[in-house]
Nanobody, 124 residues
């Protein structure tokens, strides 16, 4: 069982930066692949970035490539999403998710555990 708690969301202006953090409970955090997802009003929840259990393999959606960075600290049971050059279209609820890393690679399938989400609003 893994419990995830996101933090760091807020209201910013276009061009600003935000850093989202996800704190995970449990002693096996280092064996989980992690992902950040987002859901805008009226839209489906989409993957933003994903990272494997070691942190050496990462994935980014095309819409955030070059602006967002996912990283993890297995000693602190945290995964972070650094978001730079934010755009109004980045406005969404952002979710952290975890899934057992069976393949030592980032995971783009169904995730097992989810946080409750944190709101990010980018004004123009």
């Amino acid at each position: 069982q893994v419990q995830l708690v996101e933090s760091g969301g807020g209201l910013v202006q276009a061009g600003d930066s935000l850093r989202l953090s996800c704190a995970a409970s449990g002693r096996t955090f280092s064996s989980y692949a992690m992902g950040w997802f987002r859901q805008a009003p009226g839209k489906e929840r989409d993957v933003v970035a994903a990272i494997n259990m070691s942190g050496r393999s990462t994935y980014y959606a095309d819409s955030v490539k070059g602006r967002f960075t996912i990283s993890r600290d297995n000693a602190k049971n945290t995964v972070t999403l650094q978001m730079n050059s934010l755009k109004p279209e980045d406005t969404a609820v952002y979710y952290c998710a975890a899934h057992p890393d069976y393949y030592n690679d980032y995971w783009l399938g169904e995730y097992t555990y989810w946080g409750q989400g944190t709101q990010v609003t980018v004004s123009s």
